[in-house]
């Protein structure tokens, strides 16, 4: 019985000891905020408040801005590849009618040969036709009854002459028509892609330039590029002589 009335008042005793302790720390506590309090005006609390509502409003605002100049970066970037992408086509199209230019050009050039060749043979048969040694060759073909007795030399040679005068189909016309309208195709596909690379560079500019745009840029450091201009010998209309 004595040791649990000892061990009760241990307990109460230390109980006490911790007591004292907590309320030192408090008014100590208590002091310190005093002390601090003093320093400030005694509306201080007000200007606290002030304070804390600007340093919220300086964290929204620096958010706003960084999703902004998130959102600016890639607008800039995507309207700089897409005038870049234009930009290429044009290139590709120009590439294009230079291996046209050439290979139907060489095309059209070496069957303009065959054709000549052709009709330089067809006017020497004719030519041949013609000459005076007709008159014999109807003869041996008279001996060898090849053709009727009484067949003319008028009527045989009327015949040749229409066989002689069946030229062959040439094509030439029909392959440079169609040359040019290829031509006219790749043409115009170069202009429409110069068109649209102004297009793209149109709205990166716009983009580039105009305000929030402009001041996002400052950290950024995109380029503008100037658009497609004709060349000065070209923005002329000259009448083409021969």
Known sequence: MTGKTSHIIEQIYREDMFTDDFN???????????KIKNIFPPDADRYLSHARK???????????FIFGGIFYY?????????MLAAESKIHTFLQKRRNVQLNISKIV????QHESSVFKGVVASRQAFATDGMASLVDKL??????????SLEGFMSKIFALSEQYPDLKLNTNLLKFIDVIL?????VADARVEFNLCLNSYSTVLKTFPGNVYNLFFGFKSKPYYRAAENARDFKIITY
């Open 142 to 151: 008279k001996d060898a009854k090849q053709i009727p007795d009484g067949a």
């Open 74 to 82: 890639n607008q800039f970037y995507v309207k700089y590849q897409d």
């Open 185 to 189: 195709a790749v043409e115009k596909n």
């Open 54 to 64: 600007l340093i919220l409003l300086g964290i929204v605002g620096c958010s706003f």
């Open 24 to 34: 030192i720390a408090q008014r100590a506590w208590i002091s310190l905020t005093k």
């Open 109 to 112: 050039f070496n069957y303009s």
